[in-house]
């Protein structure tokens, strides 16, 4: 069995794991319920299909789980600002639930990057979105309904803003921030009304 299989077999860990393809940095996955492992497909966060191609791997991207004071703080802060957040989801259920002496990694609340815990206001992104895709977006993370921006300019970078609703009521809500004519970059999870925090590298 492959070291990734391996590693993603172990309920211990994650049910995600990074690793190089082709030389490009991909994201496996495991549904323990069907007892699958796919990967997500190029330019996308959440959507992937089977994989079996073990011998394609070059490398295992082991995130980093040292436990020091600095992952610590990192868990309280998310779990802070997820406090005053006024809609619901499953992202924010994991926050309240995580344990401050594990990494957000392995509280499941990140992938482990190097933007855990960086934060943007919604505020500051207003001014290079505009205060109409903003409005638009507060609407659907209040009304539960989806909703996706158009591409905008921001800092070098294409900005989207996008709002998921769930079956159980809850929501997924967020920025993506990719390079100009790519799927790939930095993405941020909203985790209160006024705040993106880091989530995963693309």
């Avoid at 619901?88 to 639930?97: F, G, P, T, V």
Wanted: glycine letters at 8%; aromatic letters at 12%.
């Amino acid at each position: 069995m492959h070291e990734a299989e391996t590693y993603l077999r172990n309920t211990e860990n994650p049910t995600s794991l990074y690793v190089m393809i082709d030389g490009k940095r991909r994201r496996l996955f495991i549904n323990r319920k069907e007892n699958v492992i796919g990967i997500i497909a190029p330019g996308k966060r959440i959507r992937g299909y089977l994989f079996s191609d073990w011998n394609a791997i070059e490398k295992v991207l082991y995130p980093q789980t040292d436990n020091t004071k600095a992952d610590r703080k990192l868990v309280l802060k998310y779990q802070r600002l997820a406090k005053t957040a006024t809609f619901k989801s499953d992202w924010l259920k994991r926050i309240a639930a995580a344990d401050p002496e594990k990494s957000p990694y392995e509280n499941r609340i990140t992938t482990g990057t190097r933007i855990d815990g960086k934060c943007i206001r919604l505020r500051t992104l207003e001014k290079y979105c505009g205060s109409g895709v903003m409005s638009h977006f507060m609407e659907a993370v209040r009304d539960g309904t989806s909703y996706h921006s158009a591409r905008f300019e921001y800092c070098g970078y294409d900005g989207t803003l996008w709002c998921e609703p769930r079956e159980d009521g809850m929501i997924s809500a967020g920025f993506s921030k990719e390079y100009h004519g790519t799927g790939n970059g930095y993405y941020y999870l909203l985790i209160n009304d006024e705040t993106l925090i880091g989530y995963d590298v693309d």
